[in-house]
């Protein structure tokens, strides 16, 4: 039996799945081994879509998840700043080199200020990434870090976008997100955003629910997403577009979405999701 919306799922050419907080269960957190199993299995399937991933690490960290991708499996890496092909093994980056030159600037103003608060860095490519110390929230060290830049270099601020996970702060190169990751990726496989649906739990994936959302693609959170991606899609749900939040936790719903594809699609039977 396919849950109550599996309706809006009807010509899915694709499922595209944010990883911590959705996938799996939070940061350097592993799912259940039964959980795996069944993503598995979805994946070896005979099946009429595709799976891809998007994360705000670097796509070489997501390539331990591709045996869950099956057939031509795709990841957006950094935050839209990379596409990884998982047959080709092929990096495609997505930025451009007068855009780069800006994040290393702002790489050498931020550094200094975030070791002195004792927060880490993530070595990234085409953005940057900053844990913030024991004790503080990321929300609030997202806030820190942005009014740092605008006291020190306030044109250079205007040109980068400040974003907040779970356990970490983003900083990308306006143009480069989620989102125009998820383009480029529709465009490699010639899939219209109409026949796309993506789930995601964090700030960062509110951009890709907007492109997929224009597109009348299919726009899904976890119960476990933060408040905002909450509101998003209820704004979304009332402006009747075709978006739910599953009353299912990270890894669950992306089981239960991926089955009720399954079933839209190829009229197989409902998996387990539990």
């Known amino acids: 039996m396919t849950s109550q919306n599996g309706k809006h799922l009807e010509g899915i050419k694709l499922v595209l799945i944010d990883i911590e ?18 993503l598995k299995g979805i994946a070896e399937r005979k099946r009429n879509f595709l799976i891809g991933l998007s994360t705000g690490r670097e796509a070489a960290y997501a390539v331990r998840f591709v045996e869950l991708l099956g057939r ?4 957006i ?5 990379e596409l990884y092909d998982c047959d080709t093994k092929i990096t495609l980056l997505l930025i451009k080199d007068s855009k780069l030159k800006l994040l290393r600037q702002a790489e050498r103003l931020l550094d200094e200020y975030v070791t002195n608060r004792h927060g880490t860095k993530e070595p990234k ?5 900053y844990n913030p110390p024991a004790g503080v929230q990321t929300h609030a060290f997202c806030d820190e870090l942005e009014a740092e830049l605008s006291l020190k270099k306030p044109a250079l601020r205007g040109e980068l976008d ?4 779970q356990s970490a702060v983003d900083i990308t190169c306006k143009g480069i997100n989620k989102g125009t990751g998820a383009l480029e990726l529709a465009k490699m496989v010639a899939i219209p955003l109409n026949s796309i649906a993506i789930i995601g739990d964090s700030m960062n994936d509110i951009k890709a629910f907007a492109i997929i959302a224009a597109g009348n693609g299919v726009c899904v959170a976890p119960s476990n997403a933060t408040q905002e991606v909450k509101e998003y899609i209820n704004l979304l749900i009332r402006q009747g577009k075709p978006a739910y939040i599953s009353d299912k ?4 719903a992306v089981l239960e ?10 009229g197989s039977a409902k998996l387990a999701t539990e």
């Open 125 to 129: 490519n085409t953005m940057l990434t």
């Open 77 to 81: 890496g950094e935050s839209g700043g």
């Open 72 to 75: 031509n499996g795709k990841i």
């Open 257 to 266: 979405l991926l089955s009720d594809v399954l079933k839209q699609t190829d």
């Open 21 to 38: 907080g959705t996938l799996v269960p939070g940061k350097d957190v592993d799912m259940r081994p039964h959980y795996w199993g069944l």
């Open 249 to 252: 936790h990270s890894t669950g």
């Open 162 to 165: 400040f974003t907040f996970s």
